[in-house]
């Protein structure tokens, strides 16, 4: 028995990034199928959609327990990255701690990062210190070697962080920051010249960003709104 003109809403696969791997081509296989059956796929990754057919959903950020605070040079610059697992590329991170020894780290995640922990600047938080953690970090580093959509990149956003990502993925869609797929830099830089040769976000530019966002996603409800009605 096949069900007919279903709507999924789908947010991709944990190793998008591997190009070869069994669960994806069989992942592939089931949705292109669904496809041609005429089933309505909509994804909030942005570069599934375009591969395999359906259509993008823009994701919703989840702000609560978070809010906006202006950064400035009176004090020490902290710096956050989250996660673990190898789509999250923390290892890379090695070098930027040991070249700001200065510089505090805060690793928010389940658990430590085996990369990371022996480094004297590295301070791990548990995942359910998401707002501390925003609150206590300037910058948000995200080295990952996929990212469907990366909410945790709009969240720092929005609480007034620098982001500094690798631009792979849904990344290349988020552009704001420090898209370091653009540049010559490695993840070995200088945190004192970042914040020399960029700004923090101001708070007009984070409502912009933000309101373009939702007017997207309302387009997009509609269009399931209207489907679903006929």
């Not at 709009?154 to 982001?163: D, K, N, P, Q, S």
Request: glycine share 6%; proline share 1%.
């Amino acid at each position: 028995m096949r069900s007919e003109n279903i709507i999924f809403i789908n947010h991709g696969v944990v190793d998008f990034g591997h190009k070869k791997t069994f669960r994806r081509a069989f992942y592939e296989f089931a949705l292109k199928r669904s496809l041609k059956r005429g089933n309505k796929v909509f994804f909030v990754d942005k570069d599934f959609s375009d591969e395999i057919g359906g259509e993008y959903f823009q994701n919703k950020t989840d702000f609560s327990d978070l809010f906006y605070r202006l950064r400035k040079g009176d004090k020490q610059v902290s710096v956050g990255f989250v996660g673990h697992g190898y789509q999250k590329n923390l290892e890379v991170l090695n070098s930027t701690l040991k070249s700001n020894e200065d510089v505090l780290f805060y690793h928010l995640s389940k658990s430590k990062s085996k990369f990371l922990y022996k480094n004297k600047n590295y301070h791990h938080m548990n995942s359910d210190r998401r707002a501390d953690f925003f609150n206590e970090i300037d910058i948000l580093l995200v080295p990952s070697r996929y990212e469907s959509y990366c909410l945790v990149a709009r969240e720092a956003f929005y609480c007034g962080i620098l982001v500094i990502h690798s631009g792979s993925g849904g990344l290349k869609y988020f552009n704001k920051g420090v898209d370091l797929s653009m540049t010559d830099l490695s993840w070995s830089f200088n945190i004192s010249e970042i914040i020399n040769e960029n700004s923090y976000p101001a708070r007009y530019e984070i409502e912009e960003f933000f309101k373009e966002e939702a007017l997207m996603r309302d387009k997009t409800l509609n269009r399931i709104f209207k489907y679903v009605s006929c």
